[in-house]
């Protein structure tokens, strides 16, 4: 019987895997501009923490963790997001005593059983960021722009930044109990999700994906109208900042983020390329996680994740090549035992000195050998054999243009970085 992969899952072969290095190194580098640091932490936690984290209303935690005892009979869950992990190291590793505030972005497979579909697997990869340690605007702020910037650069185009407030405790429970009357009056026209979730968790319902629900909610009370002051400005001051940073934005009152310790600031970044599955950022503020983790008050924090699927779905939909850049420099025809076996003292000074260099390994005839070279896009070919030894001569060909020069075997370092 042949073994597959499981489902959901998707093997990244050598044919894709350098788009994948070009997107994580894209994001190396503008995270390091924008001063945040990588974390990397385990690929499974305690459940207790997803419970608590990301909440055990979600459908998340419900219906969509790979859950599973070990051999002590400790409850573990592999990661199904990148946020609660990074907040118990946060906690875990004391960085709320290190200045303020902290900087982290992270690279991380993730875990969530679900049916899988195009740009959503049961593992997926995700691009993350969060920042700890402050609550002002301008963090939030700086995060957007982060994300913007990011897509902007690897080419994406047509994108829109949507952004809301959420209010804070305060104003929310002024805005849930009017939500509750509201939906109160129309239990009868919604779904039974929606009517579960009117009790224990009301703002979710405004992103109920149900067709009729939809239709039966257009006059539903939003959050970004029933806002204290201080939300309110805080919301004002980020558009000030967006503004002078030429972000264009729309504010999108129906965007919620249903968990208590989710505050103030939410966002998507949205593609009009991908149907559907548009979204291709996810971001918000969430003040109350740290404290709710059982970490120390006064660390707010915001952050955003993006699939990395859905990113090359994307790119793939806006027609935007990433060049594959592993090309061989030199490739080694070699003509005889001799020359078979002085190619691996060649090879060895060639990579010595970050040259990369292949040859045959299976007995290719000549002509094979030439063909594979073309197969593995070399840059240069030269051809060893008994002759060319024992007079230390050799012709270096340029594949692309077909330009051959002489050079010398025994210093083919120094000859070839002359001829680039």
Same mark, same amino acid.
């Given at each position: 019987?042949?073994?597959?992969?499981?489902?959901?899952?998707?093997?990244?072969?050598?044919?894709?895997? =350098?788009?994948?290095?070009?997107?994580?190194?894209?994001?190396?580098?503008?995270?390091?501009?924008?001063?945040?640091?990588?974390?990397?932490?385990?690929?499974?936690?305690?459940?207790?923490?997803? /419970?608590?984290?990301?909440?055990?209303?979600?459908?998340?935690?419900?219906?969509?963790?790979?859950? %599973?005892?070990?051999?002590?009979? &400790?409850?573990?869950?592999?990661?199904?997001?990148?946020?609660?992990?990074?907040?118990?190291?946060?906690?875990?590793?004391?960085?709320?005593?290190?200045?303020?505030?902290?900087?982290?972005?992270?690279?991380?497979?993730? @875990?969530?059983?679900?049916?899988?579909?195009?740009?959503?697997?049961?593992?997926?990869?995700?691009?993350? !960021?969060?920042?700890?340690?402050?609550?002002?605007?301008?963090?939030?702020?700086?995060?957007?722009?982060?994300? !913007?910037? =990011?897509?902007?650069?690897?080419?994406?185009?047509?994108?829109?930044?949507?952004?809301?407030?959420?209010?804070?405790?305060?104003?929310?429970?002024?805005?849930?109990? /009017?939500?509750?009357? @509201?939906?109160?009056?129309?239990?009868?026209?919604?779904?039974?999700?929606? $009517?579960?979730?009117?009790?224990?968790?009301?703002? &979710?319902?405004?992103?109920?994906? $149900?067709?009729?629900?939809?239709? $039966?909610?257009?006059?539903?009370?939003?959050?970004?109208?029933?806002?204290?002051?201080?939300?309110?400005?805080?919301?004002?001051?980020?558009?000030? =900042?967006?503004?002078?940073?030429?972000?264009?934005?729309?504010?999108?009152?129906?965007? !919620?983020?249903?968990?208590?310790?989710?505050?103030?600031?939410?966002?998507?970044?949205?593609?009009?390329?991908?149907?559907?599955?548009?979204?291709?950022?996810?971001?918000? &503020?969430?003040?109350?996680?740290?404290?709710?983790?059982?970490?120390?008050?006064?660390?707010?924090?915001?952050? @955003?994740?993006?699939? !990395?699927?859905?990113?090359?779905?994307?790119?793939?939909?806006?027609?935007?090549?990433?060049?594959?850049?592993?090309?061989?420099? *030199?490739?080694?025809?070699?003509?005889?035992?001799?020359?078979?076996?002085?190619?691996?003292?060649?090879?060895?000074?060639?990579?010595?000195?970050?040259?990369?260099?292949?040859?045959?390994?299976?007995? &290719?005839?000549?002509?094979?050998? %030439?063909?594979?070279?073309?197969?593995?896009?070399?840059?240069?070919? *030269?051809?060893?054999?008994?002759?060319?030894?024992?007079?230390?001569?050799?012709?270096?060909?340029?594949?692309?243009?077909?330009?051959?020069?002489?050079?010398?075997?025994?210093?083919?370092?120094?000859?070839?970085?002359?001829?680039?």
């Amino acid at each position: 019987m042949t073994i597959s992969a499981p489902r959901g899952t998707k093997d990244i072969t050598p044919s894709d895997s =350098y788009k994948w290095n070009y997107l994580e190194k894209k994001f190396r580098n503008l995270c390091d501009l924008y001063g945040y640091k990588e974390i990397r932490t385990p690929i499974f936690e305690y459940t207790e923490l997803f /419970k608590r984290g990301v909440g055990d209303t979600t459908d998340i935690v419900q219906k969509e963790m790979y859950t %599973f005892f070990d051999k002590g009979k &400790r409850e573990l869950t592999l990661k199904p997001e990148g946020t609660a992990g990074v907040m118990r190291s946060f906690i875990e590793n004391k960085m709320y005593a290190d200045a303020q505030p902290t900087k982290l972005f992270y690279i991380t497979p993730c @875990f969530r059983y679900e049916r899988p579909q195009s740009g959503r697997q049961r593992q997926f990869n995700q691009f993350g !960021v969060e920042a700890v340690g402050g609550d002002s605007p301008s963090l939030d702020a700086e995060i957007i722009s982060l994300a !913007v910037q =990011y897509l902007e650069e690897i080419g994406l185009k047509d994108l829109v930044i949507a952004i809301n407030s959420v209010g804070c405790p305060v104003c929310r429970a002024e805005y849930n109990k /009017k939500l509750r009357e @509201f939906l109160k009056q129309k239990e009868d026209v919604l779904c039974d999700l929606c $009517n579960e979730r009117r009790e224990k968790n009301p703002m &979710r319902v405004i992103d109920c994906k $149900n067709e009729e629900c939809q239709k $039966n909610l257009q006059d539903i009370p939003l959050m970004a109208d029933n806002l204290c002051q201080e939300c309110s400005d805080h919301f004002e001051t980020l558009k000030v =900042y967006l503004n002078e940073m030429d972000i264009n934005y729309k504010v999108d009152k129906r965007i !919620v983020r249903g968990l208590d310790y989710y505050k103030r600031t939410a966002f998507e970044i949205i593609s009009n390329n991908l149907g559907a599955q548009s979204t291709v950022c996810g971001g918000g &503020r969430y003040d109350g996680l740290v404290e709710q983790l059982g970490g120390p008050e006064g660390n707010a924090g915001i952050g @955003f994740a993006m699939g !990395v699927e859905r990113l090359l779905l994307t790119m793939e939909a806006e027609s935007i090549e990433i060049e594959d850049p592993h090309k061989t420099d *030199i490739f080694i025809v070699t003509i005889g035992d001799k020359a078979k076996v002085k190619s691996f003292s060649i090879l060895k000074e060639l990579r010595k000195n970050h040259i990369s260099a292949d040859k045959d390994h299976i007995d &290719r005839s000549v002509k094979a050998q %030439f063909k594979y070279s073309n197969k593995i896009n070399a840059k240069f070919t *030269i051809v060893i054999g008994d002759e060319e030894l024992e007079k230390d001569i050799a012709i270096l060909k340029n594949m692309d243009t077909g330009e051959q020069i002489e050079v010398r075997i025994s210093n083919l370092v120094d000859e070839f970085k002359k001829s680039l």
